[in-house]
T-cell receptor, first 111, second 112 residues
Framework: QKEVEQNSGPLSVPEGAIASLNCTYS??????FFWYRQYSGKSPELIMS????GDKEDGRFTAQLNKASQYVSLLIRDSQPSDSATYLC???????????FGSGTQLTVLP | NAGVTQTPKFQVLKTGQSMTLQCAQD?????MYWYRQDPGMGLRLIYY???????DKGEVPNGYNVSRLNKREFSLRLESAAPSQTSVYFC???????????FGPGTRLTVT
């Protein structure tokens, strides 16, 4: 059974702080990793993708991947109240790049 | 360019009724997927279609059937709805050669 585990939430940070979200995966055949943001009642929105070991930065977001440890993380710098959402980690595997999702971490950024 | 569209947005069924959830994409993507999301959980893959004319089971296919009608459309059918199928259903699509999937707005289904 392929599994993606996310650190238990909910997570609260003050505005302007760094939010750190973590994820581990069980399938060593997973090739690509994604972070989706989901606002309440809305569909998942892709915010970061990462394919190789190391860091990938996009604006205030940094994704980190360590395939040896089967670990993926997302850092959100200068957190804003608009970042308050559930963050879903997903791993891709298989010929059709099927996604396996974690259960999500609910983030609240306090003004 | 509407992206991925899903109909209906909301639906209430009685146990034993049948219905079809519709999904269409106008981005010429080859691969399409159906997921369900239960409260407090991530998304689970029901069925997928790697290309027009092919479909495969995902993690939770029991109680569902799918049809890839053409390249644009991928429908999900519940033949005899059960309360355990109360969920939010998301359709997604992915272009060939790209890893990322793009999601539709979802259908919120309640089975009583």
């Amino acid at each position: 059974q392929k599994e993606v585990e996310q650190n238990s939430g909910p997570l609260s940070v003050p505005e302007g702080a760094i939010a750190s979200l973590n994820c581990t995966y069980s399938d060593r055949g997973s090739q690509s990793f994604f972070w989706y943001r989901q606002y309440s009642g809305k569909s998942p929105e892709l915010i970061m993708s990462i394919y190789s070991n190391g860091d990938k930065e996009d604006g205030r977001f940094t994704a980190q991947l360590n395939k040896a440890s089967q670990y993926v993380s997302l850092l959100i710098r200068d957190s804003q109240p608009s970042d308050s959402a559930t963050y879903l980690c997903a791993a891709s595997a298989g010929s059709a790049r099927q996604l396996t999702f974690g259960s999500g971490t609910q983030l609240t950024v306090l003004p | 360019n509407a992206g991925v569209t899903q109909t209906p947005k909301f639906q209430v069924l009685k146990t034993g009724q049948s219905m079809t959830l519709q999904c269409a994409q106008d981005m010429n993507h080859n691969s399409m997927y159906w997921y369900r999301q239960d409260p407090g959980m991530g998304l689970r893959l029901i069925y997928y279609s790697a290309s027009e004319g092919t479909t495969d089971k995902g993690e939770v296919p029991n109680g569902y059937n799918v049809s890839r009608l053409n390249k644009r459309e991928f429908s999900l059918r519940l033949e005899s709805a059960a309360p355990s199928q109360t969920s939010v259903y998301f359709c997604a699509s992915r272009p060939t050669g790209v890893e990322e999937q793009y999601f539709g707005p979802g259908t919120r289904l309640t089975v009583t």
